[in-house]
């Protein structure tokens, strides 16, 4: 019997449709994510080293070019946490009784706890 | 069907024909078909088959979404073609290709052996220990236990979400979600104590650790099973089972 025409891959896939493009977005949301942890982590080092280098870093922070990679992290960043939530209820569905609980209610239950951790965050910031 | 005037109305369909041993690869070919508001595109492949090219090779049977056999990509997403409107595709033309990741057999038929042997591999039916005596009775199940599992026994093994998944398209070892969703329908069966035989599978990197939560699989499920769902939570039970086997090395998993 003649042979079947064997199963196709595709190198540019992840620009077949919108899905996929968006789940590579969130996925290459790490390496922003990661690369504003490295920022992070500099920055711990400076408040150690003393009142001047830490002056010297941010003002090393506030040039355009680095302005600019925090907006683009930032954006990366809410990518990466909307995607998360919406991930919860899929991951952690839950019922009640027969009835699963809305997974928007699930989804919504954590905006609401991120909220409040950012208000406690402030407020430890702030005393 | 009624005798088809000849001054209508018509859309286009571009149909991948592949005839093996005769084609180097598939090729576009394209038909014209009267349109009909209540046509789905498996109307129009059986009127082309009827009346215009016998030669056409599609797999189909029941036309209502329940036998899962005529799963294709049209327009390039993975759709039952019996509940695949022409009307939502207008004015067309509209491309219809055999579902993806697969080898095609001919025309708009492809081979569905791996899955199969997959399918079977997860061991998708209720294993006891020891089967109850008849004279005890049934073996009874609360509403709550029902839907424990009841959303991925719906599956009908379409095969659409294997069309979706760009994992499976580049693993193929991969189980891929139909089943792995199959294999949670009977995990969480209470009258299933199979996990025991199935865990060491599912478990594995051909298994739900392969998944990297794309998700379209639950997008083109034509039953909402949601596999990605139930990969995620496979990959909870998972994680708590690895933590478990140091508490509890002889436990039961």
Known sequence: MAAPYPRQRSNTWYLANWPYRLFMLRELSAVFLALYTVLLL?????????????????????????????????????????????????????????????????????????????????????? | MTNIPTAEQTVTLEIARYR????????LQRYDVPYREEWVVLD????????????????????????????MMVNGTAKLTCAAFLRDYLPGPIRIEPLSNFP?????????????????????????????????????QTPAQLADFKQYSMCINCMLCYAACPVYQHEEQFLGPAVL???????????DQGNADRY??????????????????????????????????????STIGWFRSFIAPFGRR
């Open chain 2, 181 to 191: 969703a199959l294999a949670q329908r009977y995990n969480h069966d209470s009258r």
């Open chain 2, 44 to 71: 129009a492949l059986n009127y082309l088959k009827d009346r215009v090219d016998g030669s056409l090779s599609y797999r189909w049977s029941c036309r209502m979404g329940i036998c899962g056999s005529c799963g």
């Open chain 1, 42 to 127: 500099l920055l711990v080092t400076k408040v150690h080293a003393g009142p001047a280098a830490f002056a010297g870093y941010v003002h090393t922070l506030q040039s355009p070019l680095l302005i600019a990679v925090h907006v683009v992290v930032m954006a990366f960043a809410l990518l990466h946490s909307v995607t998360w939530f919406q991930a919860v209820p899929k991951g952690l569905p839950i019922r009640r009784g027969e009835e699963p609980v809305p997974p928007q209610l699930v989804i919504g239950a954590n905006y609401v706890l991120l909220l409040a951790v950012t208000v406690i965050v402030v407020v430890i910031v702030r005393v």
């Open chain 2, 200 to 237: 060491e599978l599912i478990w594995s990197d051909e298994g739900i650790w392969d998944c990297t939560f794309v998700g379209e699989c639950s997008t083109v499920c034509p039953k909402h099973v949601d596999p990605a769902g139930a990969i995620q939570q496979a990959k909870v039970e």
């Open chain 2, 104 to 140: 095609v057999e001919r025309d708009l038929v492809i081979v569905l052996d791996d899955f199969m042997e997959k399918l079977t591999a997860i061991k998708p039916w209720i294993i006891r220990d020891a089967e109850q005596p008849i004279e005890q009775g049934e073996y009874r």
């Open chain 2, 20 to 27: 093996p041993g005769v084609d180097q690869r598939p090729t």
